[in-house]
């Protein structure tokens, strides 16, 4: 029998590629768009509407899912807000939409299934976390945060429900070439004290996503967490992303955010240079 899978913002990015290639391994994939259908569908993929954001829309489109199909497998928690620039300029309202989205989305999702998947007696639970939920980005300040608040709460999920033959597990990926630039929500208020770094704070990010990696490795990883006999509960993905964990243990925070921001190019600074007593830009 072939595997339901059920993938959250499908319209775009990784979400499409992930319910594409699950489609093309012979799972009967649902793939939502969080306003229209046909955004998140294609000949082998059933597009739904859902937004995360609201309850009565995941229960219909979870109830649609079991209509059709009647059970769920797999469910990829994918869809995503990108709130960026410095945290002074974001307002509660949009940290709370991001929040929304980010993590109380993957809530929802996850309460809707969690009953189907416990009478099953099996399922597989995937959230798209990030290396920023490991290590904070200047500048995505909110959205790492959110990030980290999905890590804490997938590690304790994973501990309550392994006992009901669910597993659960997180996609970390660095840096990948999507849209996630165009589609970011900027700080509502513009502070003339960042007037000088925000936009090349912005630039940087950019560039950091246009030079990563590839859709297709947060797609393996993600095949990887869904049919592993005995998942790993971390499916870090991109260059040095398996070091990220260790290098936020044993490296002193100085070089540890040197590091970060020169991954975003906003440090010109040289190692060697540190070494003679000079110190980076703030």
Request: charged share 20%; proline share 4%; glycine share 10%.
């Amino acid at each position: 029998m072939s595997q339901v899978v059920l993938v959250t913002g499908a319209s775009s990015g990784i979400g499409r590629a992930t319910a594409q290639r699950f489609s093309a391994r012979g799972a009967r994939v649902f793939g939502t768009d969080p306003h229209d259908a046909a955004a998140a569908a294609n000949d082998a993929v059933r597009g739904l509407v859902l937004d995360v954001r609201h309850d009565a829309s995941v229960a219909d489109a979870v109830a649609v899912v079991l209509r059709e199909a009647g059970r769920i497998d797999v469910l990829v928690n994918n869809a995503g807000l990108a709130v960026v620039g410095p945290l002074e300029e974001i307002s509660l309202e949009q940290a709370g939409a991001q929040f929304d989205v980010n993590l109380f989305g993957a809530m929802r999702m996850i309460n809707a299934v969690l009953p189907v998947m416990r009478r099953q007696g099996a399922g597989r639970i995937i959230n798209m976390g990030s290396l920023a939920g490991l290590m904070a980005v200047p500048y995505l300040g909110i959205y790492s945060a959110s990030k980290h608040a999905l890590e804490g709460y997938s590690e304790a999920l994973a501990g309550e429900v392994r006992e009901f033959g669910i597993r659960v597990a997180l996609i970390e990926p660095g840096f990948i070439r999507t849209a996630l630039d165009s589609s970011a929500v900027v700080g509502s208020r513009r502070l003339p004290a960042y007037d000088g770094v925000r936009e090349r704070a912005l630039s940087g990010l950019r560039r950091a996503i246009a030079e990563g990696d590839d859709v297709a490795r947060v797609v393996d990883a993600a095949w990887r967490a869904a049919t592993a006999a005995r998942p790993r509960m971390r499916y870090p993905v991109g260059r040095g992303a398996a070091l990220a964990g260790l290098l936020r243990s044993v490296l002193p925070h100085p070089v540890l955010a040197w590091s970060v921001r020169r991954r975003i190019h906003l440090e010109s600074f040289k190692p060697l240079a540190m070494l003679r007593g000079r110190r980076p830009r703030s």
